[in-house]
């Protein structure tokens, strides 16, 4: 098992531009989700998903899309890079009752 | 407004001793609480939990109590090893094991575990 599988590690984006933070599970988990993780601020919670076709808004939803067409996948949009949006993403998923969520490794994004 | 708190953002213990990281919170609604350990350019890796009907929880090394009077939880890890040095988080969340997706992180706490 892969688990949770991020890319890219890296990205270094021009204010303005756009791009798809990937996410991938074979857990078969049917909750999906994106946080960022800024200094001082912990993770806060971007987008969620409780299965395929269904999203939702998280914390600090402004600037970013999701889609969820299967179980496996949840990419994460940038409309319109920006310097706020520079963070670190973690996407996570978990199957249902109690279960812990289980984090990819990470995209490091810097927006110039 | 931050609900879930940790206001320690370092702590430093000798190797062989017990660490207590410690965790506010304001919401009394939170029904569910997990503690993660996050290694540098790795993601939070899950460490143990505890439901709201429960005063404390046991796996090995690391045991989480909980004071719902209080809003306080803390995670006790005895001995400390090298290995425990990372960063810590503690997460909060409603109806959680009905399948709400909002964890709530606490700003995170750097243990080093000294030699």
């Known amino acids: 098992n892969a688990g949770v599988t991020q890319t890219p590690k890296f990205q270094v984006l021009k204010t303005g531009q756009s791009m798809t933070l990937q996410c991938a599970q074979d857990?078969?988990?049917?909750?999906m989700s994106w946080y960022r993780q800024d200094p001082g601020m912990g993770l806060r919670l971007i987008h969620y998903?409780?299965?395929?076709?269904?999203?939702d808004q998280g914390e600090v939803p402004n600037g970013y899309n999701v889609s969820r067409s299967t179980t496996e996948d949840f990419p994460l949009r940038l409309l319109s890079a920006a310097p706020s949006q520079t963070s670190v993403y973690f996407c996570?998923?978990?199957?249902?009752?109690?279960?812990?969520?289980?984090f990819g490794n990470g995209t490091r994004l810097t927006v110039t | 407004d931050q609900q879930v708190k940790q206001n320690s953002p370092s702590l430093s213990v000798q190797e062989g001793r017990i660490s207590i990281l410690n965790c506010d919170y304001t919401?009394?609604?939170?029904?569910?609480f997990l503690w993660y350990k996050k290694y540098p350019a790795e993601g939070p890796t899950f460490l143990i939990s505890?439901?709201?009907?429960?005063d404390k929880n046991e796996d090995g090394r690391f045991t989480v109590f909980l004071n719902k009077s209080a809003k306080h939880l803390s995670l006790h890890i005895v001995p400390s090893q090298p290995g425990d040095s990372a960063v810590y988080f503690c997460?909060?969340?409603?109806?959680?094991?009905?399948?709400?997706?909002?964890?709530?992180f606490g700003q995170g706490t750097r243990l080093t575990i000294n030699p």
């Open positions: 996570a998923s978990r199957r249902g009752g109690n279960s812990p969520l289980h």
């Open positions: 857990m078969n988990h049917e909750y």
């Open positions: 998903s409780v299965g395929a076709g269904i999203t």
């Open positions: 919401n009394s609604m939170f029904d569910y």
């Open positions: 505890i439901s709201s009907i429960k």
């Open positions: 997460a909060a969340s409603e109806s959680y094991a009905q399948g709400a997706q909002k964890l709530v």
